[in-house]
């Protein structure tokens, strides 16, 4: 829910840091349209700031194309060389076509999940409805160009070759509860990883403000190497965001089982 000033200062955080405070959504320009709050939030500015980092990176990178690239050409390319292997080695040469939207993807997700590494940022992929309105758009995307290509003989993937007829009714309605909770799983995975990462962050920020400098050096210690891990974790949740929607994309161009 938004907050015009952030909530509390997290004296109920045992020690002076409240760890969920940095999940808290925050009118910066309120604006109501026809009864929905639609105020620009500390969330849209971020994600504004994410896009405009991609941007930068893909088209100043790109813009002089040298022979032999410079740091932010070659991350460029390097991203983008990632991503189309990705699509080449899950989709085949049919998924080329949604190269962009898949690029598109995981760039906005990790750069979402990175910029949420930096202090006093905001980290967007650290609230379901983000994550959720990602999945769902993925899941009804792949569904539209199942039906698309393979008509209603799409239908077929929801039914398991070589099962007794007898089975039939039974394992068709557990795929299609599988293939419904996509979605959740596609969502549940990034959400939970980013905002769990980020409170542990928090909790052991405070361990090292309690203690002091005599004690606080075991927890500092850890939240380095926890920080070099969420990291890791950011790129791979990325990753794992991209490489689902390569695999859902190819269950719905090849219909494989």
């Given at each position: 829910m938004a907050t015009e000033h952030g909530g509390g200062h997290?004296?109920?955080?045992?020690?002076?840091?409240?760890?969920?405070?940095?999940?808290?959504?925050?009118?910066?320009?309120?604006?109501?349209?026809?009864?929905?709050?639609?105020?620009?939030?500390?969330?849209?500015?971020?994600?504004?700031?994410?896009v405009a980092l991609i941007t930068?990176?893909?088209?100043?990178?790109?813009?002089?194309?040298?022979?032999?690239p410079g740091r932010l050409q070659s991350v460029a390319e390097l991203a983008y060389e990632f991503v189309a292997?990705?699509?080449r080695e899950n989709v085949g040469s049919a998924g080329q076509r949604y190269f962009p939207f898949i690029f598109t993807l995981f760039m906005f997700v990790l750069a979402s999940n990175m910029l949420g590494m930096v202090p006093y940022s905001f980290t967007v992929t650290s609230h379901i409805v983000v994550t959720f309105a990602l999945a769902t758009v993925v899941f009804l995307g792949v569904t539209v160009i199942g039906f698309a290509k393979h008509g209603a003989g799409f239908l077929k993937f929801f039914v398991p070759s070589g099962v007794p007829v007898a089975l039939l009714p039974l394992l068709v309605v557990i795929e299609v509860i599988s293939y419904l909770t996509r979605p959740v799983s596609l969502s549940v995975r990034l959400f939970a990883n980013m905002m769990a990462g980020h409170t542990m962050l928090k909790v052991f920020a405070g361990f090292v403000i309690g203690l002091g400098v005599i004690g606080g050096w075991a927890p500092l210690a850890f939240m380095v190497a926890f920080t070099g891990l969420e990291l890791l974790v950011a790129f791979l949740q990325a990753y794992v965001f991209a490489i689902l929607t390569c695999i859902y994309l190819n269950d719905a161009?090849?219909?494989?089982h």
């Open positions: 997290g004296s109920e955080g045992g020690l002076g840091i409240d760890p969920m405070h940095q999940f808290e959504i925050q009118r910066l320009i309120k604006l109501d349209l026809f009864g929905v709050d639609a105020s620009f939030t500390n969330s849209s500015l971020w994600m504004i700031i994410g930068a990176l893909t088209v100043w990178g790109m813009s002089g194309r040298a022979l032999v292997n990705m699509v161009l090849h219909m494989h």
